[in-house]
């Protein structure tokens, strides 16, 4: 396994796309038309190292991103990396707005209630259209969703990794 501390994935290379080199990206990023216009170095996660290699062209196609690396001039060289996940360097992030936060902020925080009460932790974010949903894991009970809106998150620190919500009646039924 590589070292990616200093990175963040952005997305996972779920397959080729035709025979001059495309892949198929997942996306798991806010701004994927930045992560991938031409021109930004991308990290890919090999099972040898970290592979770098320069967006030439882009394009949304499908809700998937199809993306041509400079040096890639057909299938063969690419589809060695299907299933791989795919990084940025962490001085490649924005700045973001008060009240938003990068996934990797929010997963694995501890959830509480207004009063203390540990309800769990972040396990996914889930993205609606309308806000995101955080996926709570409970002990012993069903996952919680938790939708991020002003009404129910009251709070957080993202340097505690620590979420406060009021638990409104029916949230954790």
Same mark, same amino acid.
């Given at each position: 396994?590589?070292?990616?501390?200093?990175?963040?994935?952005?997305?996972?290379?779920?397959?080729?796309?035709?025979?001059?080199?495309? #892949?198929?990206?997942?996306?798991?990023?806010?701004?994927?038309?930045?992560?991938?216009?031409?021109?930004?170095?991308?990290?890919?996660? +090999?099972? &040898?190292? %970290? #592979?770098?290699?320069? #967006?030439?062209?882009?394009?949304?196609?499908?809700?998937?991103?199809?993306?041509?690396?400079?040096?890639?001039?057909?299938?063969?060289?690419?589809?060695?990396?299907?299933?791989?996940?795919?990084?940025?360097? $962490?001085?490649?992030?924005?700045?973001?707005e008060d009240d938003?936060?990068?996934?990797?902020?929010?997963?694995? $925080? &501890? #959830?509480?209630?207004?009063?203390?009460?540990?309800?769990?932790?972040?396990?996914?974010?889930?993205?609606?259209?309308?806000?995101?949903?955080?996926?709570?894991?409970?002990?012993? &009970?069903?996952?919680? %969703?938790?939708?991020?809106?002003? =009404?129910?998150?009251?709070?957080?620190?993202?340097?505690?990794?620590?979420? +406060?919500?009021?638990?409104l009646e029916g949230?954790? =039924?």
């Amino acid at each position: 396994m590589t070292n990616t501390d200093n990175l963040f994935k952005v997305g996972t290379i779920v397959n080729t796309h035709g025979i001059r080199g495309e #892949v198929k990206i997942m996306a798991i990023t806010d701004f994927p038309e930045n992560r991938f216009k031409k021109g930004v170095e991308l990290q890919i996660e +090999t099972k &040898q190292g %970290l #592979v770098p290699l320069t #967006v030439q062209s882009s394009r949304l196609h499908k809700n998937m991103w199809l993306v041509l690396f400079e040096g890639i001039t057909n299938i063969n060289e690419i589809e060695k990396y299907k299933t791989d996940d795919i990084y940025v360097a $962490s001085d490649e992030r924005q700045e973001l707005e008060d009240d938003e936060y990068y996934y990797d902020e929010i997963i694995d $925080s &501890q #959830v509480v209630d207004l009063t203390g009460n540990v309800i769990g932790i972040v396990s996914e974010i889930m993205t609606t259209g309308a806000n995101d949903v955080w996926v709570v894991k409970r002990e012993g &009970q069903p996952d919680a %969703l938790i939708p991020m809106i002003d =009404d129910v998150v009251k709070s957080v620190d993202v340097d505690n990794k620590l979420i +406060t919500i009021d638990a409104l009646e029916g949230l954790l =039924d």
